[in-house]
């Protein structure tokens, strides 16, 4: 990796920021919270994941170094989906607000939902 290096412990020190974006960061704390909460398997995530990211591959889309959290959002949709915690037209409303959102925020501002 050409923006990490090996500490003495071993393990990887990335230099910059881990997410290239706030709602990155927001995906990745919702799959932390659901499974310290028990509600979703580490192994369940990682099939679900892995087979987001396999699909992914199967359509072409090629991986470069920024879809990651875009696999795990979609992951995270359908996880929510097939377990009901989340209706099809709940989740659409929802992008639907973030969108309407971001156009109303002018550039620099962070993007809230009222």
Known sequence: MANSSVSA?????LEG???RAPWEAQVFALVCALQEAGNLPPAEW????GEEIR???ERG??????????YCLAAL???LLEENLAAHNEISQRIA????????TPH???VELR
């Not at 412990?9 to 020190?13: A, N, T, V």
């Not at 990682?46 to 994941?49: E, F, I, M, R």
């Not at 090629?62 to 875009?70: E, F, R």
């Open 77 to 79: 949709e359908k996880w």
């Open 46 to 49: 990682s099939a679900t994941l």
């Open 61 to 70: 889309e090629p991986d470069l170094g920024d879809t990651y959290y875009v």
């Open 55 to 57: 699909l992914a591959k």
């Open 108 to 110: 620099g501002q962070p």
């Open 97 to 104: 607000d973030w969108r309407a959102a971001y156009l109303k």
């Open 17 to 19: 920021p881990v997410f």
């Open 9 to 13: 412990s071993g393990f990887r020190e």
